[in-house]
């Protein structure tokens, strides 16, 4: 896995799934991939803006032999492909759950779920409130569910839950590889002085809760864009 194209091909596999099954006739995910994409673009605008100035202020980096070379500001190309391939396959795996397996035994917990994830950040957010990467992505999550439990409607959500728990497979994985795992050196780096440096294998602890909200992001703009029933996203009849 020693190639500059490591970064680059993690992301072309990362679509593999979602393109080669997209016809499945129960799901039938290429009728929502033009909403996935726009979805991801939405998200991705914010997420990348944050992400050139957390690499512009040194709270983590890139490591060019892993890089094609292709830079957009501070950003790799695969840096920023990252936010529209991840959000995809994982809107896919939504989709899919869904479509395939309707019921959903969480549903009755959802919102004392969301309740004690809202209350478990805050305490988090004061006591790592000196690094920069924790206590922003545990700021901005604690903000958005706050929103999303108390202040609009989101009968989706245990769907949601549902889907980050599969996408945590393969999150693993793809984020165990780009931090060190499986490989001579991270592809990105972080920055010790930014995070808790609480790491479950070689992935710092915040990239968890941070890839629940680029994922909770994306669903939630695509369910707003959806005209279909909440959290099923059904196209096939």
């Not at 920055?191 to 915040?206: H, K, Q």
Request: charged share 15%; glycine share 4%.
């Amino acid at each position: 896995m020693e190639t500059p194209y490591l970064y680059l091909l993690i992301n072309a596999f990362t679509l593999i799934g979602p393109l080669l099954l997209s016809f499945d006739k129960k799901v039938a995910f290429y009728e929502v991939l033009p909403k996935a994409i726009m979805a991801a673009f939405i998200v991705a605008v914010p997420f990348l803006i944050w992400d050139e100035i957390f690499t512009q202020a040194g709270f983590w980096g890139f490591n060019p032999d892993y890089l094609s070379g292709i830079y957009i500001s501070s950003l790799p190309i695969e840096e920023v492909l990252f936010f529209f391939t991840i959000p995809i396959a994982c809107t896919f795996i939504y989709a899919c759950l869904n479509n395939w397996l309707p019921e959903n035994a969480l549903a009755a917990k959802e919102k004392r779920i969301t309740s004690g994830l809202f209350i478990f950040l805050l305490p988090l957010i004061f006591i790592h409130r000196e690094f920069w990467y924790t206590v922003t992505t545990f700021s901005l999550l604690a903000i958005f569910l706050g929103y999303l439990r108390w202040y609009t409607e989101t009968p989706y959500m245990h769907y949601v839950y549902r889907a980050y728990l599969v996408c945590l497979i393969p999150f693993c994985v793809v984020n165990g590889i780009l931090t060190g795992s499986m490989i001579a050196e991270p592809v990105v780096w972080y920055n010790d002085d930014a995070f808790t440096s609480i790491r479950l294998g070689t992935i710092p602890f915040e990239d968890f809760l941070y890839g629940f909200l680029l994922v909770l992001a994306n669903i939630v703009v695509i369910e707003r864009l959806s005209t279909r029933k909440p959290g099923l996203i059904r196209f096939a009849k």
